[in-house]
């Protein structure tokens, strides 16, 4: 399958964009997805092929979250090739860039699903797992555990078993990935027009798998791209991956080094059993220490909530309502802070002075 020129289905394009657009949109501009961001300059593909065009100059002055990201699609002018917008996104991973405002940092946008990847061996992780599923419901994108390497364990079921346990219903797949056999029975999430992000950490066989999926055995391929990454159409090659059976990879779009921010309905869906529990709970602000008539500490007791799940739920809880604290709301809290210690020395002083 050619792709210097693809279909806007094989792109990922579906009712779903098309809804959006109205008659005008449709005679005057045509669509293109983002392959990749360098600063002012994008890649886009479109059934033109590909090009690279210039973020306007206003388009800068916008919010983040309103600038272009890998996976977005832009509506380009037919005859100026400017973009003329971005359409409504299916599903979005973000996350906060450091600084004294909040700012978001996008990641991607329009992935259907998320494998996430882990091997049979140290690294797999279930608190790991967990992170990055929050990760996964927060951005409405369908995670699928993969789990590698399984040529060399015996018990691969106990692996399989372990990650089904995080959540019901949870996907999970156990492969070789430098096998294609094996590799294939991902391919249902790898069809045309469905587009699928990968992460996990290094060495767990992400490259590997990806090339695999690719029908390419030479592995040095991605790694070489990945190592010169700094020319534009290097990146683009790593960005994008165009699967032989129609789908479209994009590699490791960055949540490896994710801290959960603004992640609180992804931590509510992954862990609905203990938010359940909480609800039933005596007291409103139930801590699930000491409490009298708690009903998480009821679960524990009776062996129906896994301690370290619970410890889980209450790190990445902590985690994300640390981070979502903009550093202005930081200040203005220490403000608060400072001010009433001051008062409470100066009361101090007053009683001293009074005896
Ligand atoms: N035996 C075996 N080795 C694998 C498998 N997947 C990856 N590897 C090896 O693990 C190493 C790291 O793989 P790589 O794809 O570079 O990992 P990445 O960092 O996640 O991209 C390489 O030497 C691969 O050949 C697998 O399923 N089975
Ligand atoms: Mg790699
Ligand atoms: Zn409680």
Not at 81 to 101: D, M, Y
Not at 251 to 267: H, T
Request: glycine share 6%; aromatic share 6%; with cysteine.
């Amino acid at each position: 399958m050619s792709y210097l020129q693809p279909t806007l289905p094989q792109l990922g394009w579906n009712h779903f964009f098309q809804q959006q657009l109205s008659l005008e949109e449709w005679q005057a501009t045509t669509p293109s997805r983002v392959a990749a961001v360098h600063g002012q300059i994008i890649d886009i593909i479109g059934e033109q092929g590909q090009q690279q065009i210039n973020l306007p100059g206003n388009w800068q002055q916008l919010d983040i979250s309103e600038r272009p990201t890998v996976g977005d699609w832009l509506l380009i002018h037919r005859e100026n090739t400017k973009p003329q917008r971005i359409l409504e996104r299916k599903s979005l991973f973000k996350r906060k860039a450091a600084g004294i405002e909040a700012k978001d940092q996008l990641m991607a946008a329009n992935i259907d699903t998320l494998f996430i990847v882990t091997s049979c061996n140290q690294d797999f992780n279930l608190s790991r797992l967990e992170r990055y599923l929050a990760l996964a419901y927060e951005a409405r994108v369908e995670p699928v555990v993969v789990l590698t390497k399984t040529d060399l364990v015996d018990d691969i079921s106990s692996y399989v078993d372990s990650a089904k346990s995080l959540k019901k219903d949870l996907l999970v797949e156990a492969i070789n990935s430098l096998d294609g056999q094996s590799t294939s029975i991902l391919s249902c999430w790898c069809e045309t027009g469905q587009t699928v992000a990968l992460t996990g950490s290094s060495g767990v066989g992400k490259s590997t798998l990806i090339n695999t999926l690719c029908h390419r055995n030479d592995q040095e391929t991605a790694e070489v791209r990945e190592d010169d990454a700094k020319g534009r159409h290097t990146t683009t090659s790593r960005s994008l991956h165009f699967l032989p059976d129609g789908g479209i990879l994009i590699d490791n779009p960055g949540l490896r080094e994710l801290q959960l921010v603004d992640c609180e309905d992804g931590i509510s869906s992954l862990f609905e059993d203990i938010e359940h529990l909480a609800q039933q709970c005596k007291f409103n602000n139930c801590q699930h220490t000491t409490e009298k008539g708690c009903a998480v500490r009821h679960a524990l007791v009776d062996g129906n909530l896994d301690p370290r799940r619970l410890l889980s739920y209450q790190k990445l809880k902590a985690e994300q309502s640390r981070n979502s604290e903009t550093i202005a709301e930081r200040r203005s809290r220490e403000k608060g802070f400072n001010k009433m210690c001051r008062k409470v020395m100066s009361a101090k002083r007053k009683r001293q002075n009074e005896f």
